[in-house]
């Protein structure tokens, strides 16, 4: 391929505005050139032979002439195996090994491989004159927990014939390992990686299914009340400090997938530190490992370079779909997408176009839905099943979810976890608003029961709105049960403590068993003669059950807790 | 590199353009008027077109003026000299001291890789319980504090300035009265804290551009004594200014503006900023304290609200006190498991059953009759107030713990504070029993 060059004619910001020669392909990558080091950018906008170049790097010390390398290949990321427990920056630099390289900070214009040359048991699935086309297996190596699939490179057309494959053995990622030939005989040398344009959807699969069966996130007001399936999408809108990043970290601990990829994405880089130096520690449960062997991080916060904000997310959501090729359900967390879209709305501002509103691009709502729509459950060529599920949260302009990129989201997601500043600040968390959230999925405990807990919740709120009207001696004995019911609820149930050791994630069979024990106190018919005997009650069952909560599922603590709470029914009869 | 050009070709508020090339985007130059020289740094190329942001602002800047690029950037000097002196905004001594040219290192540096940083675990002592007990200042943190025109933000920086544990304060006053940079200056120096502090102050009479280079230098200079094993605490006061003098540069050079007339990338830029903030391996760290007046109360105005997203947390400074909603430590989990047990539990329940009392005073206020729950509320929310929210309380933070359970005692029953049976067991005062 015939490599283009050109000179920079131009500086404003992060855009850079290059001449060029020969043809150029819009999302190609360039190199800026100054001295020793390159400046990676990405074309954005072609008029007659003058390219807008977005620079994923601060552009100071730019000067009017410096050349400029094109690459001929668009934005991708290296698949392959050993992405897991990586670290990356927006352009999948491993930022550990940066690190080393560079110490504290972060470098202008060094890029890394983004995998490791490392050794790994190679298992060959194909053998010579099979016809494999892209997205086929033709090896397996075990990489941590999984078996992770080599398989023909994503951008192949057509069909190939193994012309080579090595024996079973050890070899490094980027041996060649198979050799193809296309029906014109070309040949074709594969190594365990290939890269993949982060822009494009991957679209191997035979067909797209509905999402149905719950993804868990050990989170009770989540599992019980506003169910994610597999597969499925969901946001969560926000004002600062009501809890967004602590509520994505403790789903990224808890949920039942076999993969999270955290993209965090504009947002503090402390939060992703505390995710770097706990998740090597944590032990997942379900599988006896450190937390860290099911997890990528691509962390591009608020302080590096906005263009590399603005590929991040694509990057997460490639590696996403790469595994998601192997039948795995991969979980992909983004926080926050506002901060993608204000990425977006810089650039625009650059380029000059037409703001729409907020001076967001007139495209953000495309951009937002071509984004989640790469989630879904689907049936592999191979019969596999393997699921995307993306959760995203937004960080809304003044806590207001009229704003432009709440609402280009909800339009696209299966389930809305709106938090509440009322809610935090009164310290009352996971601080999703149970009253406006929804679902479109279906969770773990039945419909029908849900929507009973749904109007306990809905009746005690308004009778909370009435009594701030007409007090609460103005209110019925019935209705302050019904106020003291929701209350209840809300607190020992909606509510849980993401430091407590055990109230941090609750499993479904406990949320089961806990919330049957709840509907038989809703349905039980109670009569009382004051509004302080009703005080009284609730305050002693809130007890009761908060420190319920506090012990292990099963144990003799837990048994006792749950019989003084079976004798307080009991005195209630 | 040192040719002088002499004809500028157009100028716009503080922006001026020459033709020129060669010249690097970010480069330094100097501009000579007839009886003044300015420093001014290169904003946008366009072709051989060059613009360049005075630092002393346009007004009297004529087409014939001389422009000299110097090759490099903004840069400051950050020898151990530098303490107990104050700058302006481009670097100059303010103090009538010779000026400083050893050691200069390049402002607004790249950021710190999130690989290298470490968690923060270190709390900063204040003696002011609604940060001690309530919302733990922790090294390396980067907390605004929001207010209002009016409130006593600056004697509360400069307390907390006197008080904390740390080795070195850096002071980045923008727009500041020149009354409160009085003020900074003497308090400093009456509590002997001047020869460990340097400032760096643009005063609302200085010129605007200056206004923006100020946290610039600031953070600079931490991140230099940080990286050198000092503990570095920096108050910013007011990040508000800083931010309208951005929104008053991006319009002049006809950017579209996003949000009330901020500039798209005003999130971006606050951050970058903020991010300056570090806990270094091995070596210091720099914790920033921002005073940021909201406009008009709002905290949905942009500067409060894109701030808030970038900080781990807020004070909210109303009536002089520190309010309990709303304020919020983020890393306060990272340093309260190791102070004492019962420290998160008492800060929850607490707050809670003071927006309980809120709720009371309010039904109150509505003429209803209260109830006996109320009455305990409100009897509590008095004590609170007194108590823990006057901010000229100053007491050690195991004293504020031992004083929580003490109003708690006096105000209720053990099961109406909602906190769990083992802690009420420990701790609940002896001669009230449970």
């Not at chain 1, 959807?201 to 009770?220: D, G, H, N, W």
């Not at chain 1, 068993?513 to 302080?532: G, Q, Y």
Request: charged fraction near 25%; charge should be negative; proline fraction near 5%.
């Amino acid at each position: 391929m015939t490599r283009n060059t050109g000179r920079v004619l131009g500086v404003n910001g992060n855009m850079v505005n290059v001449e060029f020669d020969g043809a150029i392909a819009k999302n190609e990558v360039g190199y800026i050139r100054q001295g020793d080091i390159r400046l990676k950018g990405e074309v954005i906008r072609i008029n007659g032979n003058i390219a807008a170049l977005q620079v994923f790097e601060m552009t100071g010390g730019i000067v009017v002439g410096d050349e400029v390398e094109f690459t001929g290949e668009m934005l991708s990321v290296e698949l392959g195996p050993g992405l897991l427990t990586q670290i990356y920056d927006g352009l999948q630099n491993p930022l550990p090994e940066l690190a080393r390289q560079c110490g504290f900070f972060l470098q202008r214009g060094v890029y890394l491989q983004a995998l490791p040359n490392l050794d790994w048991e190679f298992t060959p699935t194909v053998s010579v004159g099979d016809i494999v086309k892209a997205g086929d297996t033709i090896a397996t190596v075990p990489e941590g927990l999984f078996t992770h699939q080599i398989m023909v490179p994503f951008d192949l057309v057509g069909s190939f014939t193994v012309t080579s494959i090595n024996k079973a053995g050890t070899y490094k990622t980027r041996d060649i390992i198979c050799t193809i030939e296309d029906s014109k005989k070309k040949k074709i040398e594969l190594s365990m990686v290939f890269s993949w344009p982060v822009k494009k959807a991957i679209q191997l699969y035979s067909e797209r299914l509905r999402p149905v069966e719950p993804m868990t996130t050990k989170i009770r007001i989540i599992d019980t009340l506003l169910p994610v399936a597999k597969g499925g999408t969901y946001c969560t809108p926000g004002p600062f400090g009501a809890g967004k990043t602590v509520l994505q970290h403790a789903t990224s601990r808890n949920a039942e997938v076999d993969i999270v990829i955290i993209a965090a994405c504009g947002e503090r880089a402390g939060e992703v530190v505390e995710i770097l130096k706990e998740f090597p520690e944590l032990i997942d449960p379900k599988t006896g490992r450190s937390l860290m062997e099911r997890t990528i991080i691509i962390c591009n916060t608020s302080s590096m370079p906005v263009a590399s904000r603005e590929a991040s997310v694509y990057t997460a959501v490639t590696i996403a779909e790469y595994y998601r090729q192997m039948g795995l359900d991969i979980l992909l967390l983004a926080d926050s997408t506002s901060r993608w879209a204000q990425a977006m709305r810089e650039m625009s501002g650059r380029l000059e176009e037409i703001p729409g509103e907020e001076a967001f691009p007139a495209y953000l709502e495309s951009r937002i839905a071509e984004f989640y729509e790469r989630a879904g459950i689907v049936r592999l060529h191979d019969g596999k099943i393997g699921s995307v599920t993306i959760g995203g949260t937004v960080s809304p302009a003044g806590g207001n979810f009229e704003e432009p990129v709440t609402q280009a989201t909800l339009k696209v997601v299966g389930a809305f976890h709106g938090l509440s500043r009322e809610r935090s600040d009164a310290r009352k968390y996971p601080a999703i608003d149970p009253l406006t959230s929804w679902s479109k999925y279906t969770g773990i405990i039945k419909q029908s029961d849900v929507e009973q807990m749904r109007r306990v919740l809905h009746g005690s709120h308004e009778v909370n709105q009435m009594m701030k009207v007409v007090g609460e001696e103005g209110t019925s004995v019935n209705d302050y049960v019904t106020y003291q019911m929701g209350e209840l609820l809300d607190s020992c149930y909606l509510q849980q403590n993401t430091f407590d050791p055990i109230d941090t994630s609750v499993a479904p069979e406990r949320q089961k068993h806990v919330f049957a024990k709840l509907r038989h106190l809703m349905n039980m018919p109670l009569t009382f003669e004051t509004k302080s005997d009703v005080r009284r009650v609730f305050n002693n069952l809130r007890q009761l059950l908060l420190d319920w909560n506090n012990t292990l599922w099963e144990s003799d603590e837990f048994k006792a807790a749950e019989a003084a709470l079976d004798e307080a029914f009991k005195a209630l009869m | 590199m040192q040719k002088i050009y002499s004809k500028i070709e157009s100028i716009v508020g503080n922006v001026i353009t020459v033709r020129a090339k060669g010249v690097a985007n970010g480069e330094l130059a100097v501009v000579a008027s007839a009886g003044s020289t300015s420093f001014a740094n290169v904003i946008k190329l366009d072709g051989d077109l060059v613009s360049l942001q005075i630092f002393s602002g346009a007004t009297g800047t004529s087409t014939g003026d001389h422009v000299r690029f110097l090759g490099n950037p903004m840069r400051v000097s950050s020898s151990p000299n530098l303490l107990g002196r104050v700058f302006d905004g481009t670097g100059s001594p303010r103090d009538n001291k010779p000026e400083l040219k050893e050691e200069m290192i390049d402002i607004g540096g790249p950021s710190v890789n999130p690989a290298k940083r470490i968690i923060p675990r270190n709390m900063i002592r204040t003696g002011i319980p609604m940060i001690d007990l309530f919302n733990t200042l922790v090294e390396s943190q980067k907390l605004p504090i929001f207010s209002v025109s009016g409130e006593p933000y600056n004697e509360l920086l400069a307390r907390i300035a006197l008080q904390a544990e740390v080795d070195l304060i850096i002071l980045g006053g923008m727009g500041l009265k020149y009354d409160d940079y009085l003020y900074f200056k003497d308090t400093l120096e009456e509590g002997g804290a001047m020869n460990r502090t340097i400032m760096f102050v643009h005063t609302a009479s200085d010129p605007t551009v200056e206004c923006m280079l100020v946290p610039d230098m600031a953070l600079a200079v931490a991140e230099k004594f940080a990286l050198e094993g000092k503990k570095v605490l920096v108050l910013l006061t007011d990040m508000t200014n800083f931010a309208d003098a951005m929104k008053e540069m991006a319009i002049t050079m006809d950017q579209v503006p996003s949000n009330r007339g901020y500039p798209g990338d005003l999130y971006t830029q606050l951050a970058s900023r903020y991010e300056k903030a570090v806990d270094f391996e091995g070596a210091g760290s720099v914790t920033i304290l921002a005073a940021t007046t909201m406009p008009g109360d709002d905290v949905t105005h942009p500067i409060p609200d894109n701030t808030g997203y970038i900080t781990e947390g807020q004070y909210y400074l109303k009536g002089g006190r520190i309010e309990p909603f709303g304020s919020l430590s983020r890393l306060k989990q990272q340093v309260n498991s190791a102070t004492r047990d019962d420290h998160r539990a008492l800060m929850d329940g607490m707050i809670r059953l003071y927006a309980s009392f809120k709720e009371a005073l309010e039904k109150q206020s509505m003429g209803f009759m209260m109830s006996e729950w109320d009455e305990k509320l409100l009897k509590y929310g008095a004590l609170f107030e007194e108590k823990m929210m006057d901010l000229s309380v100053n007491i050690p933070l195991e004293r504020a713990l031992d004083l929580g359970w003490e109003i708690l005692g006096d105000c209720f029953e053990p099961n109406e504070t909602g906190l769990r049976s083992d802690l009420i067991r420990a701790r609940w005062p002896k001669h009230l029993g449970e």
